[in-house]
Antibody, heavy 121, light 107 residues
Framework: QVQLVESGGGVVQPGRSLRLSCAAS????????MHWVRQAPGKGLEWVAV????????YYVDSVKGRFTISRDDSKNTLYMQMNSLRAEDTAVYYC??????????????WGQGALVTVSS | DIQMTQSPSSVSASVGDRVTITCRAS??????LAWYQQKPGKAPKLLIY???SLQSGVPSRFSGSGSGTDFTLTISSLQPEDFATYYC?????????FGGGTKVEIK
């Protein structure tokens, strides 16, 4: 069955960097767009970024544009999020999520368990 | 960005009750709407996509309707495992945005 497992979360000081990983299994990773969605403690859901199935298209929410970079390694069935210049407002649980369709539909049919990123001095 | 407004923000209901949650988009989104269920400490789960299409494996007591700006999620007979927070999400305009959530609590 489909499994998404995030890793790389932790506590980081403002202005520093962190890289999240999401290991995928149970489906043909290279044929699906993949997303990152975050949830601040006690708050709602916020979509963060998407990468197309072939890595040729990447889109970001304005608040992370220029600071976060989404990427994928299809040989390792792994999705990444490089997060630079982190701010306190980036504190959240970060979920990787699979797009429901082969193109980018922005429907998220499978989610990982989440990785907590805490930005604090 | 499109704003998604859910109501109510919370509802108290009993097992067996019919529960309806509404979601309103700040502009028309055709039928590009999804509903998710989230339990405490867990990831969201896709229930409905394209406003009314039931995701595989989701019980048929869940249904969605609507188009344009107004949408509803209905749970026909609430079960103990349905107590959770529900989110709507629009997929029509970039960036995709979520509603603020509706918490379904035990009466």
């Amino acid at each position: 069955q489909v499994q998404l497992v995030e890793s790389g979360g932790g506590v980081v000081q403002p202005g520093r960097s962190l890289r999240l990983s999401c290991a995928a299994s149970g489906f043909t990773f290279s044929t699906y767009g993949m997303h990152w969605v975050r949830q601040a403690p006690g708050k709602g859901l916020e979509w963060v970024a998407v990468i197309s199935y072939d890595g040729s298209n990447k889109y970001y929410v304005d608040s992370v544009k220029g600071r976060f970079t989404i990427s994928r390694d299809d040989s390792k069935n792994t999705l990444y999020m490089q997060m630079n210049s982190l701010r306190a407002e980036d504190t959240a649980v970060y979920y990787c999520a699979k797009d429901r369709d082969g193109y980018i539909s922005y429907y998220f049919d499978y989610w990982g368990q989440g990785a907590l990123v805490t930005v604090s001095s | 960005d499109i704003q998604m407004t859910q109501s109510p923000s919370s509802v108290s209901a009993s097992v067996g009750d019919r529960v309806t949650i509404t979601c309103r988009a700040s502009q028309g989104i055709s039928s590009w709407l999804a509903w998710y269920q989230q339990k405490p400490g867990k990831a969201p789960k896709l229930l409905i996509y394209a406003a009314s299409s039931l995701q595989s494996g989701v019980p048929s007591r869940f249904s969605g309707s609507g188009s344009g700006t107004d949408f509803t999620l209905t749970i026909s007979s609430l079960q103990p495992e349905d107590f959770a927070t529900y989110y709507c999400q629009q997929a029509n305009n970039f960036p995709p945005t979520f509603g603020g959530g509706t918490k379904v609590e035990i009466k």
